[in-house]
């Protein structure tokens, strides 16, 4: 009850709900309700953070064989929070949870072993526990799509739709609704492919991406026509799966030279989506395709040749279209070039190279597991981890004392604003988010605010 709650809840008063749930259940020793109560006492969610209290969940959940709780004892214990700084012990807990199935431990084990973290370096283990992953992702993410491929690219969008912020602000998202129906079409694709993907803060909806493509195809766009293909192959509530409609838009976009719409009849022709399978249109279409620099299609290559699908199985061609693929960041290109190295199929084996193209596909599959064992971004916000790190990294430079006293002054005010603030009747803590207020910025608004008070009292002293 209390998942279903949290799943489908709105406000934050019907997620304390679900919380409130949980402890009855943890009460119950429910093993779920238990690392969710363990997750809420770590990373301070709707009640005071109370590490000692996490640890005590986690160990108790250990036991038991709960691999979650071995990753969080096995992280606490690799930085010493909460309990003593263990590296030994962070090693034993992360086999363990590697053994129970959790894929973030086998990255990070992956990359212990890959760097000679407190153990013997070793590629061949490293790639071992890699491998498991990755086949681990390919797997789902060959079964779980029509198209086998990356779901998405947005090849039509303006410049400063392309940037780097995850979120679109809601004043330009209306400033491009506004051109979409004034009737500008690059800019209708792209709000389309964005609903569809529910990418840049924006709920996917199928309904709206099918307006914008539909308006955009009206106008002539060959990208709309493709992705409206797209939509009705894969099939969904706005676009019930009806490959022979899928076969239409992509025709349409074919007529048009369109390298999305040729890869699309490359698949229906390769899977026999609506058309008897024929692999020689398949390769035809995809040919066509992968020479107008759709990776997509060059993968799609790559893979007939690798498995000698409709031709005869030619790993060095496998290889070069895996190759031009992966240029373009095609993930499963990416998968396959690290198999191929791993194994020296068609190339010479290299473990060293395949380790490296491993993270580099899970990364493009947006893999948490990946940020969390290469460091490059934690799953949650820590401010005593923060602490502690950025007084290491005073401690390893002289150079590093400055930006480390900015970034300290930074973390110590949100924490006493934390502390003091948005502190309601439940005890419930809510996070203030300042990067969102100051972004970029924040270390000379500090040091604006430095001089104003220095300012301030050399006048009232001297003057």
Request: proline share 2%; hydrophobic share 45%; net charge positive.
């Amino acid at each position: 009850m209390g998942m279903k709650i949290l799943q489908q809840s709105k406000n934050q008063k019907q997620k304390a709900e679900a919380y409130i749930l949980f402890a009855k259940a943890t009460d119950l020793r429910n093993l779920k309700a238990m690392e969710k109560m363990a997750d809420a006492f770590l990373f301070g969610n709707f009640g005071m953070q109370n590490i000692t209290a996490a640890i005590q969940l986690y160990e108790s959940l250990a036991k038991e064989g709960s691999y979650k709780a071995q990753n969080a004892l096995g992280f606490l214990s690799s930085y010493g929070i909460g309990m003593e700084y263990d590296q030994a012990k962070a090693l034993i807990y992360y086999t363990f949870g590697s053994a129970g199935g959790s894929m973030m431990a086998q990255m990070i084990l992956g990359y212990r072993y890959l760097s000679g973290i407190n153990v013997l370096q070793n590629c061949e283990v490293a790639l071992n526990h890699y491998k498991k992953v990755a086949d681990y992702i390919a797997d789902k993410l060959e079964k779980s799509e029509a198209f086998p491929v990356e779901k998405v690219r947005l090849t039509e969008r303006p410049e400063n739709m392309n940037s780097n912020s995850e979120i679109l602000d809601w004043d330009i998202y209306q400033y491009y609704k506004f051109l979409a129906e004034k009737g500008d079409v690059q800019i209708q694709v792209s709000l389309g492919q964005l609903h569809l993907t529910g990418r840049k803060g924006l709920d996917r909806d199928y309904y709206k991406a099918l307006y914008y493509f539909l308006k955009a195809a009206k106008a002539g766009s060959a990208n709309a026509m493709a992705f409206i293909g797209k939509m009705y192959l894969e099939g969904n509530a706005a676009t019930p799966q009806n490959n022979a409609t899928a076969f239409k838009y992509f025709s349409m976009a074919t007529s048009k030279g369109n390298a999305i719409g040729l890869h699309g009849l490359g698949l229906l022709y390769f899977y026999g989506k609506g058309v008897p399978v024929n692999y020689a249109e398949a390769l035809k279409y995809f040919q066509k395709a992968a020479q107008k620099g759709w990776p997509n299609a060059q993968f799609q290559l790559g893979f007939m040749y690798y498995y000698g699908s409709g031709v005869w199985k030619d790993y060095k061609l496998a290889f070069n279209y895996f190759y031009l693929a992966s240029q373009s960041g095609q993930p499963l290109a990416i998968y396959y070039l690290a198999k191929m190295y791993a194994t020296g199929t068609g190339v010479l084996r290299s473990c060293r190279t395949a380790v490296e193209k491993s993270p580099k596909f899970l990364k493009k599959r947006g893999c948490i597991q990946w940020h969390f064992s290469y460091g490059i971004e934690l799953p949650f916000k820590d401010i005593h981890l923060a602490r502690r790190l950025y007084h290491m990294a005073a401690q390893t430079s002289p150079d590093a004392h400055v930006p480390v006293f900015f970034a300290l002054m930074k973390l110590e005010t949100v924490h006493l604003l934390q502390d003091i603030l948005f502190f309601n009747f439940t005890m419930k803590w809510k996070w203030i988010k300042l990067d969102n207020s100051l972004g970029l910025h924040w270390d000379l608004f500090m040091i604006g605010l430095i001089v104003a008070v220095l300012t301030f009292l050399l006048r009232n002293r001297y003057g």
